[in-house]
């Protein structure tokens, strides 16, 4: 079965400092990988998505994440945090057409 | 409307009763979906709708739990006889055709939280 591990429920970056979430996936068969992020009161939104196009995936406001499958890995990164990127991420996986399996979340602090 | 719609956006219920959640997706979706976020967890996937037809319904955690969508369009999770374990926050989704790996991008509502006291 394919699922998703995020690493750390909380991370802390000062505004201007990298962000890095991590996420980490286990599947058998090349995956369909995805970030969503949840502003507070929000629903979620598709930051990007991985289809095996190209390893490093550009999202919107800033963000990217490099496919390695070496790694099994789907990290998150942006340059530089602003405060307006505080929220909680989501990585995701794909195992069937329509389905999304979901890691349990990290939440990003901004400190100014 | 412009986005996935979801009512009421809180419930407070007393256990044991009944609660049905709404909701209206994307104009023209056919795929609709409802998953459910409990507090610092991941979205479950619950059923998963094609039109009027439920292919996957699998991800409903017991018989009190079901749905039903008409026309096309709006859909109801009905929760029977509510049990404290099912406070949470219950997400409706939908895409233009089927989502995830079949690559149509999949938009989420803002949720009805539930609490059952």
């Known amino acids: 079965a394919q699922s998703v591990t995020q690493l750390g429920s909380h991370v802390s970056v000062s505004e201007g400092a990298l962000v890095l979430l991590r996420c980490n996936y286990s599947s058998s068969v090349p995956p369909y990988l995805f970030w969503y992020v949840q502003y507070p ?9 991985y289809t ?3 390893t490093l995936v550009k999202g919107i406001n800033g963000f990217e994440a490099e496919f ?3 790694e099994t890995s789907f990290h998150l990164t942006k340059p530089s945090a602003h405060m307006s990127d505080a929220a909680e991420y989501f990585c995701a996986v794909s195992p069937s057409s329509y389905k999304l399996i979901f890691g349990s979340g990290t939440r990003l602090l901004v400190r100014p | 409307g412009a986005g996935v719609s979801q009512s009421p956006s809180n419930k407070v219920t ?7 959640l709404r909701c209206d997706p994307i104009s023209g979706h056919t795929a609709l979906y409802w998953y459910r976020q409990r507090l610092g967890q991941g979205l479950e996937f ?15 955690p017991s018989d009190r739990f079901s749905a039903e969508r008409t026309g ?3 859909s109801t999770l009905t929760i029977q006889r509510t ?16 989502g995830g790996k079949a690559g149509n991008t999949i938009y989420f509502g803002e949720g009805s939280w539930l609490t059952v006291v």
């Open chain 1, 68 to 70: 390695k499958k070496s």
């Open chain 2, 83 to 98: 049990q404290q374990e099912d406070s949470a926050v219950y997400l409706c989704a939908s895409s233009l055709s089927a």
């Open chain 1, 52 to 54: 095996s196009a190209a």
């Open chain 2, 72 to 74: 096309e369009s709006v």
């Open chain 1, 41 to 49: 009161n929000q629903g979620l939104q598709l930051l990007l998505k």
């Open chain 2, 14 to 20: 007393e256990k044991g009763k009944d609660v049905e």
């Open chain 2, 46 to 60: 619950l059923i998963y709708f094609q039109g009027n037809s439920a292919p996957d319904k699998s991800g409903l």
